[in-house]
């Protein structure tokens, strides 16, 4: 049995006196679909910036295929093969939407810091780019710049530079906030399509979306996990009900 | 207006005919072969060589600010570095220490610039922004302040020359007349610009402008923003060596003068002048810049303050510079609109043009009638003569200033219909 996509190991961080994450045990494996949820202020955006190496780790662990990664930094683990997006649209906005994609491929097709090659003559690169745009339907604004694209459009764009480089594992945060439903619909179809065979990692707000997409729920309150477990599980424990579930399910009806 | 030459946006054109992408380097040679046969003096000539100097530097600068997004104080060091070291060269030629035909020089100013980049932007570009800027700030004022205290590299005040004349032959060519020289300097001006487009073109390239935009977002792609930034300083910095050793064949000395940060801000000045954003945006800059300085020079000693209004009005008004003034007209060219801006255009051409003549008047009259010397109190301008001392002048070029400003505000609104009428799109979708 291989070693688990991502294992965090008693990981702890804190800004000053704040404790945010208060010693998290998580082990995702290979080709899961993880939610994690979880009230405001949680801790769920550190969490995945303390996976993604934005943020240091104050205490413990994270491996990523068996090795610890918690001093990395992100392009070094980005090569190792985690791919994020942001919860707040982060694209290239001055640059074409093709070119944005195509910068997502750039490391991983090998051209790295090259200067001898020209990237509009590597037509294994148009290709391949082009086949992302066409996978998340934006072929059509191939030409436009990023900056100008519509909100449902952007997020799009966010999750096609996200899994250009054929990440392994991939971390989407709030992939659809702020969305219609049927613009949610449209990018929970996306994210199935771009995320098959591959671990998927995502925060998220909507539990229509969690309970659609999650072979398993980590529900995080507090800076600590107090549950992790199938979608039924969750839905069913009652720690989860009292703490975050109960609210929000009723909220939702 | 998303194409064109707007460098952030162009997009891949799959691997297709090259014929396309070479007209209008080809269109550039010739224009560069043919210059010379127009503008025959000397001081032409001299004007040119100094443009073409100019323009790779200008255009190394950008690599920086445009292409990389970082803002630099000291650019002027890499060329001033690479000018010296070329001095030092042409010097060792001369008494025979050294082999080294006079056309080959520049890229041994190159690689000395390119040596003092790796070292300093080994740390300068550790972050972007302010702290960039004012490392750059620092090293650009340590240098220049080394050059008066290192004799024996900078020659103290007087600078270090030499002479391009006394060493081996090149084809036959031993370089002391004017025109082989602006030959030569142009000829690496054609290389230096188109490999610096080229690089624009490169994995490293597209990257640096990714790094530009979103930093973050570069490194969440397998990028270290550090490593981008720092591969385009080296590059800047070459290209930076290479216009200093033209300058060192040019003037034959290079001084203080030639790293300080009067130089570096002149640089900038230009690049945002013409438009950082694209990549001939340097090159009008670098143009425009010159002749004004050589050019306005002759004619007035305030030429720098006209620069300065003009650089100021530039960076208020259309931050996209000079060059991205005429961008805008692409696209009402395209959708056939631009017969909407003719009217307007040119109901404004005679009051825009009485606005600038009488506002320089003014100027011209106020700063004759407190600078020169005495009994000196007449003076000509725009072919009339007449004495500064006296109020009338002045009244009429107020006169005429005020007339002016009052139309060109009267019919401003029109124009700016006539922009929305122009600019207006059909929704595509």
Known sequence: ?253 | MSTMEQTSTRSGATAGSVLPALVPWAAAALLLIALPFVFQTGSSLTIMNQMAITIIFALSYNMLLGQGGMLSFGHAVYMGLGGFFCVHIMNWVEYDELYLPLPLLPLFGGLFGLFFAVLIGSFSTRRAGTVFAMISLGVGELIAACSIIIVAFFGGEEGVSGDRTMGPEFAGLDFASQQEVYYLTAAWLLLSAAAMYLFSRTPIGRIANAVRDNEERAEFLGYSQRHVRFISFCASGFFAGIAGGLFAINYEILTEENLNLVTSGGILLMAFLGGVGFFIGPIIGAIVFTLLQTVLGLYTEIWALYVGVLFVLTVMFFPAGLTGLLAIHIQPIRTGKIGYLYAPYAKMFLPVIAFILSAAAVLEILFHARHAGVGEEEMTLFWFTFNSQSAMPLIVALAILAGSFYLLRRFAPELREAWDEASHVESRR
């Open chain 1, 1 to 253: 049995m291989s070693a688990p996509a991502i294992e965090l190991e008693g990981l702890k961080k804190s800004f000053g006196l704040a404790e945010i994450i208060r010693g998290i045990d998580l082990s995702i494996d290979k080709g899961e679909r993880h939610a994690i949820i979880g009230p405001n202020g949680a801790g769920k955006s550190t969490l995945f910036n303390l996976i993604t190496g934005k943020y240091q780790a104050t205490e413990g662990a994270v491996k990523l295929h068996g090795d610890r990664v918690e001093t990395l930094k992100p392009f070094q683990i980005n090569r190792r093969g985690l791919s994020r997006s942001f919860q707040i649209t982060n694209i290239f906005p001055r640059m074409s939407v093709f070119e944005n994609i195509r910068c997502g491929l750039l490391w991983t097709t090998g051209y790295k810091y090259s200067f001898w090659h020209l990237v509009d003559r590597q037509p294994e690169l148009t290709e391949k780019a082009d086949e992302i745009l066409d996978q998340i339907n934006l072929l059509g604004r191939r030409n436009d710049l990023a900056g100008v694209l519509t909100y449902a459009e952007q997020r799009a764009l966010e999750i096609g530079i996200t899994i250009a480089g054929g990440a392994d594992i991939v971390m989407l945060d709030e992939p659809t906030a702020g969305m219609s439903h049927s613009e949610t619909d449209y990018i929970v179809r996306l994210i199935r399509q771009v995320t098959e065979n591959k671990t998927l990692v995502v925060v998220e707000h909507d539990m229509g979306v969690v309970f659609d997409l999650a072979d398993r729920i980590s529900v995080l309150v507090y800076g600590e996990i107090i549950a992790s477990d199938t979608p039924e599980n969750v839905r069913a424990n009652e720690k989860v009900q009292e703490a975050y579930l109960g609210s929000v399910l009723e909220e939702a009806h």
